[in-house]
């Protein structure tokens, strides 16, 4: 099983036949103007290409690591059932909500499946004057 | 069909494939001295409803404050309103 995408966004959302939309795309910068900061929500479209040898239950794990540590970590399995035929890419959207950045700095948005890094999708968080400041 | 099932998240499974969206909620994996929440959680938790909540803060009888364009409101206001109400 591969990822054969993983695009942060502003909005993300798929249907059942495997299509999927983006909005703001490619998100790789965010700018605070104080921190920590806390980011409301963005969405995260990892698209998972899946064959026949993925048959039967895999280990899925998808984190966002900083410099200082873990932002957030979610594991679950992705099982693929028997009657599954071909390969198929499958768009799976995923909302991020109140993501907190303690720091400026490099961030990364892992995915892992069965142990093994897939991909990656490198954030920057950067801290920028204030407006009433700058004046 | 692929499921997903997700541990550690807001809500506990995906089935891929659907068109459904997984939602990850990265305040459950703030460290303890978190001390702050949306305006959604706080709804939430008081059990009020989010337009409620706005209506507070506008007036000047809920603490908050503004990160990006949402309103960010500390664990003590919580627990004030709950005292109170």
Same mark, same amino acid.
């Given at each position: ?13 798929? /249907?059942? !036949? ?28 990892? !698209?998972?290409?899946?064959? !026949?040898?993925?048959?039967?239950? /895999?280990?899925?794990?998808? !984190? ?49 499946? /069965? ?21 | 069909?692929? *499921?997903?099932?997700? *541990? ?17 909620? =990265? ?6 001295? @978190? @001390? ?8 939430? +938790?008081?059990?009020?409803? @989010?337009?409620?909540?706005? *209506?507070?803060?506008? =007036? =000047? +009888? ?17 627990? +004030?309103?709950? @005292?109170?109400?």
């Amino acid at each position: 099983m591969e990822v054969s995408d993983l695009i942060l966004a502003d909005y993300a959302a798929a /249907n059942e !036949r495997g299509k999927f939309t983006l909005v703001g795309a490619g998100i790789t910068e965010i700018n605070a103007i104080k921190l920590p900061c806390i980011h409301p929500i963005m969405f995260l479209m990892v !698209r998972v290409k899946v064959t !026949r040898q993925d048959l039967g239950r /895999n280990r899925f794990d998808i !984190r966002m690591i900083g410099e200082k540590g873990t932002v957030f970590k979610a594991e679950g399995n992705l099982d693929v059932p028997n009657e599954h035929e071909g390969e198929q890419l499958i768009p799976m959207p995923m909302q991020l909500v109140n993501m907190k950045f303690d720091d400026a700095g490099d961030y990364s948005v892992e995915v892992r499946i /069965n142990g093994e890094l897939k991909q990656s999708q490198n954030l920057k968080i950067k801290l920028i004057p204030s407006p009433q400041n700058a004046a | 069909m692929v *499921k997903l099932h997700i *541990k550690n998240a807001s809500t506990s499974t995906l089935v891929a494939g659907s068109g459904e969206c997984q939602i990850i909620d =990265g305040s459950t994996f703030w460290n303890c001295d @978190r @001390r702050e929440m949306s305006v959604t959680e706080f709804a939430d +938790r008081a059990g009020i409803s @989010r337009q409620a909540v706005v *209506k507070m803060i506008s =007036g =000047g +009888r809920l603490q908050a404050s503004m990160v990006g364009e949402q309103y960010i409101i500390p664990q003590e206001a919580l627990v +004030r309103y709950l @005292r109170t109400s």
